[in-house]
């Protein structure tokens, strides 16, 4: 069984450019949440979509959306990159959502911005 | 506010000795709390998932309990391929999201 698909795994990007990271979940698995990864916060939720709803949203500026399409696979995206937002950026794909199911991460995507 | 702690921050052992590992939280409307294990450069891999309190469970070196402010996770005679970093997280009621702690590094040397 396939697991969870991150691309690209490496992005440099130059400060206010935009980004488009993709998730392919799990085959069968309808949700997917986003996590940003930094040395210095760990992990923090950014947003879960479910069946192409967002169904919640963490405390990150409005730079950061996302999106999910009909066959599950979800993008997220970061305009005006700052050089903040480098970090490790995971999604997570779990059948219906934690905690009615585990999650699984995928190997994520680093992102540098300079 | 709701907080999940994780200690120690790193743990250095020698292989076959044991230690535990502690995740404690305070928040309201726990649904379910979680074990990973990241490796560097890579996504966390799921390990356990504990609903109540008493709750216990194993994976070959690995047991991981519960109890109503914090869970343990239990490292038997842990070889050098154990090392990684662990991450607890937490589910609240309320929103469905993770609330991750910030890890234990723990590095099993030969």
């Known amino acids: 069984k396939a697991g969870v698909t991150q691309t690209p795994r490496y992005l440099i990007k130059t400060r206010g450019q935009q980004v488009t990271l993709s998730c392919s979940p799990i085959?069968?698995?309808?949700?997917v949440s986003w996590y940003q990864q930094t040395p210095g916060q760990g992990l923090q939720f950014l947003f879960e979509?479910?069946?192409?709803?967002?169904?919640n949203k963490g405390n990150f500026p409005g730079r950061f959306s996302g999106r999910q399409f009909s066959n599950s696979r979800s993008e997220m995206n970061v305009s005006t990159l700052e050089l903040g937002d480098s970090a490790l950026y995971l999604c997570?794909?779990?059948?219906?959502?934690?905690?009615?199911?585990?999650?699984?991460f995928g190997q994520g995507t680093r992102l540098t911005v300079v | 506010e709701d907080q999940v702690t994780q200690s120690p921050e790193a743990l250095r052992l020698q292989e076959g000795e044991s230690s535990s590992l502690n995740c404690s939280y305070t928040?309201?409307?726990?649904?379910?709390l979680f074990w990973y294990r990241q490796d560097p450069g890579k996504g966390p891999e799921f390990l356990f998932t504990?609903?109540?309190a008493g709750e216990e469970k194993e994976k070959e070196r690995l047991k991981a309990t519960l109890t109503k402010k914090e869970s343990f996770l239990h490292i038997t005679a842990p070889k050098p391929e154990d090392s990684a970093t662990y991450l607890c997280?937490?589910?609240?009621?309320?929103?469905?999201?993770?609330?991750f702690g910030s890890g234990t590094q723990l590095t099993v040397l030969p």
């Open positions: 928040v309201s409307g726990l649904r379910g």
């Open positions: 997280a937490v589910h609240l009621g309320s929103a469905r999201q993770l609330t």
């Open positions: 997570a794909s779990s059948p219906f959502g934690t905690p009615d199911g585990e999650a699984f």
């Open positions: 085959s069968g698995h309808r949700s």
């Open positions: 504990l609903y109540s």
């Open positions: 979509y479910f069946s192409e709803t967002q169904r």
